[in-house]
Structures are given as structure tokens and as C-alpha cells.
């Protein structure tokens, strides 16, 4: 068997850290980045607090050419994109272009450009709607745009799967590396913060009402009430083991080492979830056991039921309190198809630095037989597991490892408040 | 028809709202027959140009017709008929 594919480059955009490191510091250190909505007046919602990314001012990132064409998530995912390639040291003499392609995960498109251009639409008429509503609404538009701004041109796609779409998209990358590719900028950007996307998110039942910031999101907690909808996400750059090091690839932060993906049974018909499956199936293709994960990353969704199912699968495939589980996105909120990629780059940041960041604000419910991180937890980190669950069903895990030694120079941890 | 007359600095500035301005590119320079292509604007830039122009001066813009408007000037001519 071929070696797994290798992370070589990482770009994060989080409501708490605009930019991976960034990011990481805020995030080790339990910086929120939860306040109320500020993008649109929220004042008629029942919900009315969000993860926005602050100081975000696309043009000083961007060239104007991109500005009337883009919406505000495909900008943060082409700033997140740019980033994560100049991480890998990947340009477009890397290779040729069709050995690059672009995976990304998607859960609403450009909603906030679609709602105005529809406004457009139905109130002065189709004179006036933008030609660049044809693509900037689309699922699949943040995979054109990253290709489009980088030539890259090889095997392409989105995947659609809500929060599990970011793991989803790495492992469609994973495959098309499998069938020849030599490099795929993968991951997921998501945000849809605006009137439109606030009730097609309400319509879940799923967000809180909460007013304060740190009692919102508490997933595994008695109070858990729902989550806070965030915008941001992150960008990977992944490629084959090989060839990241025939090329000299500046930095390997670690290894897909394994996936699964389930889907639940209909609801009552009595069946579980396959949660447990996915977790072990991802474990089994990694070659792992329960006992060699160092931490979980946990999809955390904040409700009730859903907590449940998911402390259940992972006391049953790891012991009861047996591993360490975090959930830094109680920092931040749920970005859908952005968090399960902030996650796993979150993971391979562990990895490099030895450090399990904390959740936060949560207190957690006694009947949940898991071990949650509540504190900055200094501790070598080999294996980490990450779980994401998409509304209506999907279950996926991804199994992310340390670099094989010798991969490439580790760099030295960063000191971390 | 309109009776305002589209000249270049109300194309330029069309332009640059609707499609903003390729990384490079002197906009202010001699471009009245520098092709959209050279310019850095795809058909959908010229589309949205149009449109723009179509709402701001009344003056419809034949879409066949659009397809040959390959310069600044071409375009001119059509948004100025006669």
C-alpha cells in the first residue's frame, strides 16, 4: 500500500484569528469570537449572535477584478486559498497544471450575493441583476474561483454535505491523489450571514437564542440549547507523500492517515446511528486502534440528542473517559461546511505543537461519559480523529497523524499563552 | 434611444464598477482599441458592462450584437446609435 497523502500547507480564516497562526495562538489561548451579528441588523431574529470574521477588508487582499464577482464567503476562501499555497511553497511552475485540482466543501453558496441580486430581480427588474449571479451563488463557485486564481487545473468538484462536507472534501482529494494527481487544494469556506442564510439556518431549529456570547454554544453541557452559526473556514494543500518530497516541500504538518464516511438510518425505524461505524471504519483503514489516538476533535453540535449520539460512539470505540475530546469551535461557532476543515488544520497545529486547545465555557453534563478538554492541555499529540455530522444524516471521520519522521524539518513549537 | 452621448470616461468608469480593473492594466491609457481580451475582461465582464450601460443611458444593447464588440470603441458604437 502507498504511503498516505501528506498536509503541506495550511490557510485558516476564523472569527477569532485571521490567518492560521493567528488563529492557533487565539485558539490555545480560549479566545472567543462570538459576538452579536453585525453584517445585517439582527434585532427581529430570535437568534442573534454569530462567529463573524473582524477586519476582513477584501480589497487590500484581492484585486479589484475579483471584487463585483465575488461574494463575501468566496473571498475569505481565495484569501484562505492564497494563504495555504504559500505555506506549501506552490506556485504554478509546481507542477503542471493538470496535476493540481481543487476540492471544497459547500454548504449554501454565495448566499448573501444571491439575496441581493434576487432583491435586484423582483424589485427593479432582470435589467439589473448581475451577470456574476450566473456562478457567484453557486455550491461549486469557491472551487472555480481558487482554480481560476491559481491554474490549477486538474481534477475539480464540491461536495455538499453540511458540517461533514469539510472531511468529506479531504477525502475527496485523498482519491483523486489515489487516481494520479500530484497535488489538491482541498478543504471548505463557508458563511452565509445575512438575512436570507439567518432563516434558512433558523429553519433547522437547531441555533440558540442565547444573547450571550459564552453561554450559546455548549455542547456536552446540561444547558446545550443549540449552536452559534459562524462564517470562516480553512484551506489545505494536500499531496502525495512522495512527491511533497521529491519537490522539497517546505513543511509536512502530517498524514490522512484514514477516513469513513456512514449515514444514519431513518429516523425511527430503530436502527442507531452510524456514527460508531465511521469511527471505526476510519480507524481500521489507518491501521489504528482506539488506544493510538492522542485526541478527538468532536463535531459538538449542541443538542441534546445529537451530544448523545456522539458521546455514546466515542465511549464505545474509546472507553468510557478514555480519550481526550475537545471541541475549539465552541470558541467560534459552526462555520457547516468550513468547521470540519478548521478542525482538522486545528488537529495538525496539535500535532506540531504538542498542545490539546481547550472548549470552552462548557461545563460538562455528568451523563456524557466523556473526558472534555476544558483547559490548554500540553501533551504530545500523534493521532488525532476528527468527527463532523451534516443536518440530515451524514457522519464523517478522518484520521489525521503525525509526519513520518524524516518527512521534512519540524519546526520549532511556537510559544503559546 | 437616448439623447446622452457615452464617451470614453463614462465607459471607463463602467467598467471599472462593473468589473474592476485587471492587475496591470493602465484604464486611463490609449485602450479605445485594445481589445477586452488584453484588457483582462472575459465576455461575462462585457456582458456586465453592458447591462450597466443599458440601465444608466436607456440604450439597449442587441446580445448578438455584443458578441462582436471585441474593443472599447466597438462597444461605443453600439451604445451610441447614429
Known sequence: ?????????????APNGLGTEEYWAATCAGVGGIRRVTRFDVTPYPSRLAGEVFGFEASTHLPSRLLPQTDHMTRLALVAADRALADANVGRETHSAFDMGVVTASSAGGFEFGQRELE???SLGSGYVSAYQSFAWFYAVNTGQISIRHGLKGPSGVLVTDQAGGLDAIAQARRQLR??????????VDGAICPWGWVALMASGRLSTSEDPTAAYLPFDARAAGHVPAE???????????TARERGAPKVYGEIAGYAATFDPRPGNGRGSGLRRAIENALSEAGLEGTDVDVVFADAAAMPSLDRVESDAIAAVFGERAVPVTAPKTMIGRMYAGAAAVDVATALLAIRDGVIPPTTNVRPAPHHPIQVVGEQRRAPVRVAVVIARGHGGFNSVLVVRAPPTGSAPREEPAELG | MSDKTIGLAELRRILRESAGTELGVD??????????DDLGYDSLAVMETASRITREYGVSIDDEALGTATTP??????ANPD
Open chain 1, 179 to 188: 487516481k494520479g494527481s500530484k497535488l489538491i487544494v482541498c478543504g471548505g
Open chain 2, 27 to 36: 484604464l486611463d491609457g490609449e485602450i479605445l482599441d485594445t481589445t477586452f
Open chain 2, 73 to 78: 470603441r466597438r462597444l461605443l458604437d453600439l
Open chain 1, 120 to 122: 435586484r430581480l423582483w
Open chain 1, 1 to 13: 500500500m502507498t504511503r498516505p497523502p501528506v498536509v503541506t500547507g495550511i490557510g485558516v480564516i
Open chain 1, 232 to 242: 470562516g473556514g480553512a484551506i489545505l494543500v494536500l499531496e502525495d507523500a512522495e
